[in-house]
């Protein structure tokens, strides 16, 4: 199954209809009217814009402009995230995604305390909470991955295991302390690279 499709797909299950609404009004100058009048889900409105080569899974450009005039930061930021993946993880993003994915499986109501221990703000930590409503689990990766777009290069595993800890959740940071070695036996860090990193964060 094709990721961006299935991407496209949740977005569309996300959008209410004041917001399809809106976004067949701002795309008018790219779609004819009779298309648009067509148009009754998100689906159906993607589907044109691909057919049309406005969008594609290397060029969301328009999408983002698109979501950003709704005032759908969540969309924009998961879009981002899709890019960013895309391209190819690195060192450093392989052991962050596997930290990321340890800190999702094991804290549960305590993520607003770890959210706001690596410094993300009240406004960003609410606005994630509204776009997720009901949803802990999708409401504490949203945030982890706003801190890492809000961090950039300075985002660093040691500050959640950090962060972790000063929350008490000891066991969690214990757990993420050993995922580098994950990294490394599916070839994805050299050997030397994860021993440095758990070093580092050890002490």
């Given amino acids: 199954m094709d990721p961006f499709l299935t991407l496209l797909h949740s977005f ?15 795309c008018r100058g790219k779609i004819g009217k009779r298309k648009l009048e067509c148009v009754r889900s998100g689906v159906e409105l993607f589907n044109i814009l691909l057919e049309q080569q ?23 930021s998961q879009l981002k995230q899709f890019v960013e993946e895309g391209e190819g993880a690195s060192a450093t993003n392989c052991l962050q995604k596997a930290a990321i994915d340890v ?25 994630i909470v509204a776009a997720n409503p ?3 689990h999708e409401q504490l990766v949203q945030s982890l991955r706003e801190w890492q777009r809000w961090k950039g290069k300075d985002a660093k595993v040691a500050d959640l295991i950090k962060g972790l800890r000063e929350c ?20 994805l860090v050299t050997p030397v690279v994860a021993f440095s990193w758990q070093k580092m964060c050890l002490g």
Avoid at 173 to 186: F, H, L, N
């Fill in 12 to 26: 569309s299950s996300s959008l209410s209809d004041t917001e399809l609404s809106s976004l067949k009004f701002l």
């Fill in 54 to 76: 406005l969008i594609a899974s290397d060029k969301v450009a328009f999408l983002e402009g698109l979501f950003a005039s709704i005032k759908r930061e969540d969309l924009v």
């Fill in 103 to 127: 800190i999702c499986e094991n804290v549960g109501r305590d993520w607003r305390m770890l959210i706001r221990k690596l410094g993300l703000s009240e406004v960003k930590i609410e606005r």
């Fill in 134 to 136: 009901l949803n802990l």
């Fill in 168 to 187: 008490n959740l000891n066991l969690v940071a214990d757990k993420v302390e050993q995922k580098p070695q994950d990294c490394s036996a599916r070839g």
